[in-house]
């Protein structure tokens, strides 16, 4: 489990009625939700990641998610990021979702992306302002 210091990024992520399921917590596939969403603002607000137009998009080819605690509506969740691997084309990043203050994360995460020519679907190796934006997040003594 990592603490709330192992991520470089947060984004506070407010939970909304409808997160909650009958049980009276988040249902589970929202916190996949919150990963995109933690992940994919940050592509696109540092990593100039144009989701509707460029020539370049990124796929999903893992994720995984350990929940460890319950969130329910209307907790607020900070989604740590960091990159775990950064690779060609790849990227592994690790998220943790944390009550709003807690050192320990409700849920820990990871997603691959693999970046790809969007109309081929072939790898495209990551390049510029993307692959900088990336290696901000990069877990130290990780090879870029």
């Not at 506070?12 to 916190?31: C, P, Q, S």
């Not at 740590?80 to 790849?90: D, E, I, T």
Request: charged share 25%; proline share 3%; hydrophobic share 40%.
């Amino acid at each position: 489990m990592n603490a709330r210091q192992a991520y470089p990024h947060f984004q506070t992520i407010t939970t909304r009625w409808k997160d909650n399921d009958i049980y009276g917590h988040v249902n589970n596939v929202e916190y996949y939700s919150y990963f995109d969403t933690v992940i994919n603002t940050w592509l696109i607000r540092q990593g100039g990641l144009d989701i509707h137009g460029g020539d370049t998009i990124g796929v999903c080819a893992e994720s995984h998610c350990r929940f460890l605690d319950s969130l329910a509506f209307p907790d607020s969740v900070d989604a740590g990021l960091r990159v775990a691997k950064l690779g060609r084309s790849s990227v592994r990043y690790e998220i943790g979702l944390f009550r709003e203050g807690a050192e320990t994360p409700a849920a820990e995460g990871w997603f691959v992306h693999v970046f790809v020519d969007r109309a081929e679907r072939r790898p495209q190796a990551i390049a510029g302002t993307l692959r900088t934006a990336l290696e901000r997040l990069l877990v130290a003594g990780e090879p870029a």
